[in-house]
């Protein structure tokens, strides 16, 4: 089992339509969440860091933490065309190095 | 807006040659990432440096590969010699002291080795 898993897709949605995306991971000592943005040649951009169960909510975007079911995800509300991009789920692993581990990332695509 | 600054921001160069890309963190944070992205392994974390000093490079191909930070505003990562398939998208991501905390990533360098 990897150690962060993402569904490759592609992902389409219509414009306006909610977007979601899923990851799930196998170290139940787990704490930190984050969720990336990578545009086609660019670089990750952080959008939402989650610790705690439940949902936290920042304009259109929602992160939701299911700690016992090993599960995160991000909610995209009213998807836009530029929403378009890799979503890449990276999950902390406290082990003798502590570091971040990313997932595989989903690729979403929002059709006009 | 604090960013990492990564150079060059693309490298052709042929097989067997030297290549050294550098980073520059953002002011302030304690610890440094390198990744290496490809189509086929996604992102791939190489090293990483808390405090400039080496806490995991089990990613790192060591016998070609090597990371330094001589100090807290420069961290490099070179290969030596070159291979084809060490062609990829190199970032380098700065944050602070813990994996509790965001990492923030640099613009790259889009590596090609001939």
């Known amino acids: 089992q990897k150690e962060v898993e993402q569904n490759s897709g592609p992902l389409s949605v219509p414009e306006g339509a909610i977007a979601s995306l899923n990851c799930t991971y196998s170290?139940?000592?787990?704490?930190?969440f984050f969720w990336y943005r990578q545009y086609s040649g660019k670089s990750p951009e952080l959008i939402m860091s989650?610790?705690?169960?439940g949902d936290k909510e920042d304009g259109r975007f929602t992160a939701q933490l299911n700690k016992a079911s090993q599960y995160v995800s991000l909610l995209i509300r009213d998807s836009q065309p530029s929403d378009s991009a890799t979503y890449l789920c990276?999950?902390?692993?406290?082990?003798?190095?502590?570091?971040?581990?990313f997932g595989p990332g989903t690729s979403l695509s929002v059709i006009p | 807006d604090a960013r990492v600054t990564q150079t060059p921001r693309h490298k052709v160069t042929e097989m067997g040659q030297e290549v050294t890309m550098r980073c520059q963190p953002i002011?302030?944070?304690?610890?440094v990432f390198w990744y290496r992205q490809t189509m086929m392994q996604g992102l791939e974390l190489l090293a990483y440096?808390?405090?400039?000093?080496?806490?995991?490079d089990s990613g790192m191909p060591k016998d070609r590969f090597s990371a330094e930070m001589p100090d807290a505003t420069l961290a490099t990562l070179k290969i030596q010699p070159s291979e084809p398939r060490d062609s990829a998208v190199y970032f380098c991501?700065?944050?602070?002291?813990?994996?509790?905390?965001?990492?923030?990533f640099g613009d790259g360098t889009r590596l090609s080795i001939l």
């Open positions: 991501a700065s944050g602070w002291d813990t994996s509790n905390q965001p990492q923030h």
């Open positions: 170290d139940r000592g787990s704490q930190s």
């Open positions: 989650i610790y705690s169960n």
């Open positions: 990276a999950v902390n692993k406290k082990t003798s190095y502590d570091k971040v581990i």
């Open positions: 002011l302030g944070h304690n610890t």
């Open positions: 440096f808390r405090n400039r000093a080496p806490l995991d």
